[in-house]
């Protein structure tokens, strides 16, 4: 009975060492079903086997640090380019050789040395409920939100979360870090309520009333008009209209979700390969229909619901890599004027 | 002489194991002779009150409100008869299958503001706008209530049977010396089951601190949580250790409480007869006092949590038990299969052998080992990580990131479990047996394989089924040090749920509760045979 449980136990303990032939292993922070099916495309596509771990961004990069030299892991997905930033800043990520990268993709969502790309792009939009006149939201911008008449009106999440941070790097890059210096505190005083919950409690704070504007990514508002997420959230994501800021000026806020290939990648050619299929246009229309988000790569459209909320959005067109180097700022002026 | 040469042979891996199992413990322990980096004082200057505050809030709310559900019902499923007694016996122990962050997911789909409770008072009161009738639960009262009513049930578990075994003769005497019903429960039945129930509280004590899933998802900041915070916002992982480190040292205050607490408890039972207790029936207003009681916990504990899952799952989710689910329930059943094959011949030698020769080293080792389960998922899983990650550049091998690092955390973590069944199953052998069978000329080996073992088969049984529901609900262990292509159920619903995906994380969270309702049923059955023994 015991030899019996022993040789089980063996069986299993190196069953876990047994490898394909050809592997990428990417480490990723997107946790869709339909990211599966995407990894059994390129799979039958190229024959090179995916392997994958999800899991919250950070806690991945950490358990990369701690890997060392010796981690299995390739390929790194996550959101926001300040995220990229800090994980490439920090020297691990490697150069992209790739050809038909720098052809498709806009330098803007390229990282420095092509040590990561773009793979999706979201704004950063507003929603609001029908207690906000028409007149008050023409031609909005970030900035009008710290002024008196949105007072108790304005939701958003804490600061603690890493999209808020790039919105307000992207506002110290156009703005200087003086004038948000005094915009921020006037912006905090107009919030309804504590900030908490993520995005989506956002537009269902709207859409109950706790507060009349938010401003949230735009792919939530697809995931909630698409009714995968339950009744309640569709009918709050239609009872909110969604308007771009900046639309006369320097445009709407943008960031992206992105990947990159690791320094102690043991299977750099297959990164490369998966890496480029991700930008096939194909690839990018499968991704925006089930993330929602906007694709990357020219010619490809954006989900039907998405494109419903607006087209031809102007968008701005700093560097998504500023977006990291400004966060560590972002976090301390945040911290200072009190925003939770 | 042979024996004993044997026996010593059998020393030396216990002995490795002992100091295996202490590795992670001793790398987070070490890392409070490491520098302390700037960011305390940041931490000092902000949130460190704050951590440690809500932290003492929740140990304190939970303490009592698990004293309060658990010994009352304790105390009347033993003492009294009433309606539905016998169905509250096992209802009230079906908390246990739905961990703490679970039950935090399917409250705030009930009770925020555009939850299903909130729409069924606007259903059925034919409101428009969009007030919440509920108070929110995403506070600290909210987290102090989901802990105390999905952990009550091993203070429940522990004061029953407590209560059972307090002799009949202790009650006749106190009736006679004129104390009333209730003057008798508090007077003497409850100080007398007081270790038992300090026991249990500690218990559930360190389950709360440990936690991380249920506070984070409340906006509660805790100790736990200010660890992830640390490690994870502020990049640090030193600082982070350091934390762990405190909160190791808490914990390990907790289980010399526990432990200290449970000496006593011998020592009251060996001076007592054996006269069962007889139940008293309840009557009229008392009857129906009883069963509300006991009611109410099974319900918020159980009930009203399920049916929301399930609710869920099934009018949106069922795709999710495709094939993947079975690889994630899977996954989960045999990884602490293996694990608990490990800590079961680990215990079984190490017992064995201070049973023969009755060797205090070997005791201590085995009480160092089982502190393993006094360390936070979290802490443990930063231990293991740098652990493996040494060995890792040490011998140039890869460990981190294959199961073995999942099979160690949990065999660490919940060794204490399998090891204080296989004890209690060695101690209801006699050791008449062992002479015995030494006078007709047997080895020790064959004492162990022959006799100790199949004595031993329903401590073996117990141990890998409690073992099993520890190990489908852990959450940040697993989290931290799964391999590729690893999902378990926990971490599907704690991905989801983390996202405000609630319905999809309500598949993998109703599955957890079924899954972790066979093992508990199972255990039940063996539970009340043994205490009709």
């Known amino acids: 009975m015991f030899i019996f449980r022993f040789s089980f136990l063996l069986m299993f303990l190196f069953g876990s060492f047994a490898h394909a032939d050809e592997v990428v292993n990417i480490y990723t922070s997107r946790h869709y079903e339909s990211d599966k099916i995407l990894y059994k495309k390129f799979e039958n596509k190229t024959g090179i086997k995916v392997n994958y771990i999800s899991g919250k961004g950070k806690a991945l990069f950490e358990r990369i640090k701690s890997e060392g030299k010796n981690s299995p892991a390739d390929i790194f997905i996550t959101v926001d380019a300040a995220n990229l930033w800090k994980v490439e800043s920090e020297g691990f990520f490697q150069r992209i050789k790739s050809r038909k990268i720098s052809k498709i993709l806009e330098r803007r969502f390229i990282g420095p040395d092509y040590k990561w790309i773009g793979i999706a792009k979201r704004y950063r939009i507003i929603v609001f409920n029908e207690n906000v006149k028409e007149h008050e939201l023409k031609d909005i911008n970030y900035e009008d939100l710290a002024s008196d008449k949105w007072k108790n009106r304005i939701v958003i999440r804490s600061s603690s979360n890493i999209y808020n941070q790039s919105l307000i790097a992207s506002m110290i890059s156009h703005n200087g870090s003086s004038y948000m210096k005094k915009w921020l505190p006037g912006f905090i005083e107009n919030f309804a309520r504590k900030p908490q919950g993520n995005d989506r409690a956002q537009v269902m704070a709207v859409a109950n009333g706790e507060g009349d504007i938010a401003i949230v990514n735009s792919y939530y508002l697809g995931i909630m008009l698409s009714g995968n997420s339950g009744e309640s959230q569709l009918n709050a994501a239609k009872k909110v209209k969604v308007v771009f800021p900046n639309q006369n000026n320097r445009g709407v806020h943008v960031n992206i979700s992105g990947a990159g290939i690791l320094k102690y990648s043991k299977n750099y050619d297959n990164a490369v390969k998966f890496i480029e299929f991700l930008l096939e246009p194909e690839v990018q229309k499968y991704i925006v229909n089930n993330t929602f988000e906007y694709p990357i790569v020219e010619g490809v459209d954006p989900h039907p619901l998405i494109k419903e909320l607006g087209i031809n959005i102007i968008e701005d067109t700093i560097k998504v890599k500023k977006l990291g180097k400004l966060n560590k700022s972002a976090v301390k002026l945040m911290d200072i004027s009190g925003w939770r | ?533």
């Not at chain 2, 040292?249 to 409480?257: G, N, P, V």
Request: proline share 4%; net charge positive; charged share 10%.
């Open chain 2, 1 to 533: 002489m042979y024996d004993k040469i044997k026996s010593y042979i059998l020393l030396s891996p216990s002995i490795l194991m002992g100091i295996i199992f202490s590795i992670p413990a001793l790398v987070i322990i070490f890392s409070l002779f490491l520098p302390y980096s700037e960011n305390w004082t940041h931490l000092n200057d902000t949130v460190l009150n704050e951590y440690i505050s809500n932290s003492w809030k929740l140990l304190v709310g939970v303490s009592i409100g698990v004293f309060i559900i658990g010994v009352s019902t304790a105390w009347l499923t033993s003492t009294c008869n009433f309606f539905g007694k016998n169905f509250f016996i096992w209802a009230l122990v079906l908390p246990f299958a739905i961990p703490p962050y679970i039950m935090a997911y399917s409250f705030t789909g009930l009770f925020d503001s555009y939850g299903t409770a909130n729409e069924l008072m606007r259903l059925i009161f034919n409101i428009d706008n969009g007030e919440p009738f509920f108070p929110s639960v995403r506070n600290i009262s909210g987290a102090i209530l989901i802990f105390s009513f999905t952990l009550y049930p091993y203070v429940f578990l522990i004061s029953r049977t407590a209560f059972l075994n307090q002799s009949r003769d202790i009650f006749d005497i106190s009736r006679t010396l004129g104390l009333s019903k209730s003057k008798t429960f508090l007077k003497v039945a409850l100080p007398l089951a007081r270790p038992a129930i300090i026991a249990g509280i500690m218990l559930v004590a360190m389950e709360t601190l440990s936690d991380f899933g249920a506070v984070e998802h409340f906006a509660v900041p805790t100790f736990t949580s200010g660890i992830f915070r640390t490690w994870f916002g502020m990049n640090d992982i030193i600082t982070a250790k350091q934390l762990a480190a405190f909160l190791f040292l808490l914990f390990l205050i907790f289980i010399i409480i526990e432990k200290y607490s449970r000496r006593k408890l011998q020592y009251n039972t060996i001076s007592t007869s054996n006269r069962k207790l007889v139940p008293v029936q309840l009557y009229g207003v008392k009857q129906i006092g009883a069963f509300i009681i006991c009611f109410i916990p099974v319900l918020i504990g159980f009930f009203i949590p399920f049916i929301q899952l399930l609710y869920w799952a099934v009018a949106y989710k069922l795709s999710y038990f495709d094939s993947s689910f079975y690889d994630s329930a899977f996954n989960t059943i045999y990884l602490s299969l293996i694990a608990v094959f490990i800590c079961i011949v680990t215990s079984l030698i190490i017992n064995f052998l201070i049973r023969v020769n009755k060797n205090n080293f070997l005791s201590m080792i085995n009480k160092v080992i089982s502190s393993g389960y006094g360390i936070p998922g979290i802490v443990l899983a930063l231990g293991v990580l740098e652990f493996f990650s040494f060995l890792d550049s040490s011998f140039n091998i890869l460990l981190t990131g294959t199961i073995l690092g999942l099979v160690f955390a949990y065999s660490v973590k919940f060794y204490a479990l399998p090891n204080s069944n296989i004890q209690s199953g060695f101690n209801k052998i006699s050791s008449s047996l062992d002479d015995m069978s030494h006078t007709l000329g047997h080895t020790k080996f064959s004492l162990l394989t022959k006799i100790h073992l199949p004595l031993l088969r329903t401590s073996f049984l117990t141990a890998i089924l409690v073992f099993l529901i520890e190990v489908i609900k852990e959450l940040p262990a697993t989290l931290i040090l799964r391999p590729f292509n690893f999902n378990t159920l926990s971490v599907s619903a704690y991905l989801y749920a983390s996202d405000e995906r609630m319905i999809e994380a309500a598949a993998p969270s109703i599955a957890i509760v079924m899954v972790s309702l066979i093992p508990i049923v199972l255990l039940l059955k063996i539970i009340s045979r043994d205490n009709n023994e």
